[in-house]
């Protein structure tokens, strides 16, 4: 073998693993695009329930004595506690949001059905009389 045929080799060789490098991240890309959009929450939500089932056959219920029954309890309903209050925050915000962009409507400073309304006059005699019998 001559050096030409050498040099030709080697450098067939680099183009080849250049190629394969760029084929390696294009194929990194789409293993972690789809690794992400495969995590649904649905999916989550499965994996740790059975996760959780898991670990619940290797190390059975003696685990939870009376203190971290106490304990798991007590973290799950602040879990929830938490999560209501997050979405009553919402929608108090969304509220408020709504009633800021809603247009005021333009109240008269003065009454005119009460400027238009007639003047009180002393009642009649017997208007009167009955007014206070009725007491």
């Known amino acids: 073998m001559n050096f030409e045929t050498l040099q030709r080799r ?7 693993v250049e190629g394969r490098a760029q ?8 293993l972690k695009t789809g690794w992400r959009e495969g995590w649904t929450p649905w999916r989550i939500v499965s994996a740790g329930l059975i996760a959780g089932f898991l670990t619940g056959r290797a ?7 009376g203190p ?4 798991m309890i007590g ?3 602040s879990l929830f506690a938490s999560v209501q209050a ?3 925050g919402e929608a108090a915000e969304q509220a408020a949001e709504s009633v800021a962009e809603a247009p005021l409507p333009e109240e008269p400073l003065v009454d ?3 400027d238009a309304a007639p003047a009180p006059t002393a009642p009649r005699p017997a208007e009167a009389a009955t007014e206070v019998s009725e007491r």
């Open 59 to 65: 190390e059975p219920l003696r685990a939870l004595t």
């Open 75 to 77: 973290a799950v309903s």
């Open 10 to 16: 080697v450098q067939r060789r680099e183009r080849m």
């Open 112 to 114: 005119e059905a009460f």
């Open 23 to 30: 084929q390696l991240g294009e194929r990194w890309a789409a």
């Open 68 to 71: 971290r029954v106490l304990q």
């Open 86 to 88: 997050a979405a009553a």
